[in-house]
């Protein structure tokens, strides 16, 4: 009997052992594809990208605030920001960065309550990819960027570019190394996976502590974090984005 007792306690633990792995193993899954690698021509990138998008200052939004992607099909390459709480009549500059995470309270390190860019920046690290009026260069759309709504803010953006035009735009010289663009080399690829989009943009009625630091792109203002989110790579567009039209 005590023999018995303890197969029945070994066999439960095996089972709910087995149990937990098939469960983490179905919601790492999910609807994300977790593995690419970078390919020097850019051959790597294919389907769609989404983030969620969440504030960067708590002290400005608390929730979501709004869903983004990018969606390469042949030489076609869409984005998509749909911002459901954003900054009234505000025009906003938002991109694709080098950085891997979103800015965290830790970064605001002369605790003023607010991750200002100079605190923001060692974090999202430089823009590669701006979404504003044209995708097929990071110059050419800067007065592109979407502006929000006289109610919430919100807006939607949706840009469609050559991916070829984009990519070899990426590869030319920097014209200027000092700026906070930033080229591929050569034989370097782009991996969207992973990489964040970062919303800047603050209407100018909000209170800003003087300690709100900017640099040579405008005011603070002008160049604070409002939203970010890590792009994956998915098997569909987020619903929000698919049934939306400009």
């Known amino acids: 009997m005590r023999l018995n007792s303890s197969v029945l306690l070994l066999l439960s633990v095996s089972l709910l052992a087995s149990c937990g792995k098939k469960s983490s193993s179905s919601s790492s899954n999910g609807n994300e594809i977790q593995n690419e690698t970078a390919m020097a021509d850019g051959s790597n990138i294919q389907g769609i990208y989404s983030a969620t998008l969440l504030p960067v200052n708590n002290n400005i939004h608390m929730l979501k605030v709004g869903t983004a992607a990018l969606q390469r099909d042949g030489d076609v390459f869409n984005a998509f920001v749909k911002l459901k ?3 009234r009549t505000t025009t906003l500059k938002q991109g694709i960065y080098t950085g891997t995470r979103c800015p965290e309270p830790s970064d605001d390190t002369n605790k003023d309550a607010y991750i200002d860019i100079k605190e923001a920046l060692p974090v999202i690290g430089k823009m590669i990819l701006p979404l504003d009026g044209s995708l097929d260069s990071q110059l050419d759309g800067v007065s592109g960027y979407p502006t ?16 070829a035009r984009m990519f070899a735009d990426l590869k030319a010289p920097d014209t200027n190394p000092d700026d906070n663009l930033v080229k591929l080399g050569a034989d370097e690829g782009l991996s969207l996976q992973g990489k964040i989009i970062v919303l800047h943009g603050i209407n100018e009625r ?27 790579k998915v098997n569909a567009l987020p619903e929000e984005l698919a049934t939306t039209t400009p």
């Open 85 to 87: 709480y954003g900054q």
């Open 148 to 163: 929000g709504d006289t109610n919430l803010g919100g807006y939607f953006y949706k840009s469609s570019g050559s991916f």
């Open 206 to 232: 909000v209170f800003l502590p003087p300690t709100a630091a900017s640099n040579s792109e405008g005011s603070p203002y002008k160049t604070m974090p409002v939203a970010c989110g890590v792009l994956k």
